[in-house]
């Protein structure tokens, strides 16, 4: 599939925002969908819809098959060791949730959880509500002046006894990239378990987790071009085994009485209740779409569009560009001086160009970089020269309104 047939198989991206066409630059909030997602969440609707692991009825039957295929897609796609490692949540936020309310018993009084400073809320506030309620202190990795991680920094914290270190794969405010390889061997060297926030590296990057070596990554569906509502934790076996549910009830025991349940085995242990059934169809349909893409020349093509953004919004007066690099991946932030960072956003909008301004759910990093916000472009594998040419058009009528006031 080439650029413009990929493009086409996304209806969304095919509309006026009132007399301009839409220019979808936002792909870090959510990403699109292509057809195939949403023609299958609908297949599943119209013609398969019954609850799963449950039914004794061949309808049933089917969609178990179903939901199932889709977690060996996952392992698969992953390349994890079992199928019993993914485990279905709601998104990232839930797969982190999940995990830390999971590892609560296992942490002490004293004991030490290191963040990573470009943590997205979602791989923050979890460690810090745990450290609260077990008394161990979270303490954030500080990041160099490029606003990368500081491995010297990490090198020396490392030296005290650790519990668990919470990394971002890609920052979704910088689209920084962690090597999250040479950083697992660190961590794991130093005693800790490595979590990783992939997110952002979902849908760009290829994720190797035997290969990236770490012991937990969380992702969501619609970072992927799947649906919401859908995303996965995946864990070590041994690890994942000795987490405490999140949620009890249904699917997860193997035995309950009035006085005692007995969980069940994984990956039910950590799915109680009926879950996101089309919503795991449509992650399914999602991996299938990427799998059918030649994903080495497409994430190239991103790559070469990500550099040319960089570079052209260097180019343009009065804006800051935070830790660009031409390593990065998916997203750039900037600020234009003077300028509040929504404000380019409205101005943008009203020509049809969607990108997100604001704290990017990681308020500690914008007081790292001294802004109360700013603006995130970023980049889906639809994205094409166009987008960039309208984006930087658009920018420059912003610009040209503001300082003519
Ligand atoms: N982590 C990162 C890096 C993200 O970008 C996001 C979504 N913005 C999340 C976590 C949370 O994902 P979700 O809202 O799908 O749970």
New binding site residues.
């Given amino acids: 599939m080439n650029g413009s047939s990929i493009r086409d198989q996304f209806p969304l991206l095919h509309q006026m925002m009132g007399d301009y066409p839409l220019c979808y630059l936002d792909t ?2 959510t990403s699109q969908k292509p057809l195939a997602v949403i023609q299958a969440m609908d297949d599943y609707y119209r013609r398969h819809n019954a609850n799963v692991h449950r039914g004794s009825y061949q309808l049933a039957a089917a969609a178990t098959r179903g939901f199932e295929a889709v977690r060996e897609k996952i392992q698969r796609f992953i390349n994890a060791e079992k199928q019993q490692e993914i485990i279905f949540t709601h ?4 797969a982190l949730n999940l995990l830390a309310h999971g590892l609560a018993s296992q942490i002490r009084a004293g004991d030490r959880i290191l963040v990573d400073s470009t943590a ?1 809320h ?2 923050l506030v979890p460690w810090q509500q745990l450290a609260k309620s077990t008394g161990a202190t979270l303490i954030p990795i500080p990041l160099r002046s490029t606003l990368r991680l500081d491995r010297q920094a990490l090198t020396t914290l490392l030296q005290q006894p650790t519990k668990l270190v919470a990394l ?1 794969h ?3 405010v910088l689209g920084t990239v962690n090597d999250i390889r040479a950083l697992s061997q660190q961590i794991h060297t130093a005693g800790a378990i490595c979590v990783v ?1 992939g ?2 590296a979902i849908g760009h990057l290829p994720v190797d987790i035997q290969q990236l070596g770490c012991d937990f990554y969380a992702f ?1 569906g ?2 992927m071009y799947g649906p919401t509502g859908i ?1 996965v934790l995946w864990g070590r076996f041994a690890l994942l085994d000795t987490l405490t549910p999140l949620l009890t009830g249904g699917e997860m025991i193997k035995t309950v009485s009035f006085d005692h349940t007995e969980f069940g085995e994984l990956p039910f242990r950590l799915e109680a209740g009926t879950p996101p059934i089309a919503e795991v169809i449509g992650l399914g349909a999602a991996v299938d779409f990427l799998c059918s893409l030649d994903r080495e020349a497409a994430q190239r093509q991103e790559q070469q569009l990500l550099q040319q953004l960089q570079q052209e919004l260097a180019q343009l007066p009065g804006v800051k560009l935070y830790g660009a690099h031409p390593d990065n991946s998916g997203a750039v932030a900037f600020n234009l001086a003077d300028e509040h960072h929504q404000d380019i956003g409205m101005l943008l909008d009203q020509q049809g160009i969607a990108i997100r301004c604001g704290h990017h ?1 990681a308020m500690p990093l914008m007081q790292l970089m001294g802004v109360k916000g700013c603006c995130r472009v970023s980049l889906g594998i639809y994205s094409n020269a166009a987008d960039i040419k309208c984006f930087i058009q658009g920018l420059r009528t912003a610009i040209n309104l503001l300082t003519e006031v």
Avoid at 91 to 94: A, D, I, N, R
């Fill in positions: 870090a909030a998104g990232t936020t839930e997205h979602a791989n971002s890609v920052s979704n926030d997110a952002q969501s619609h970072k995303g759910c």
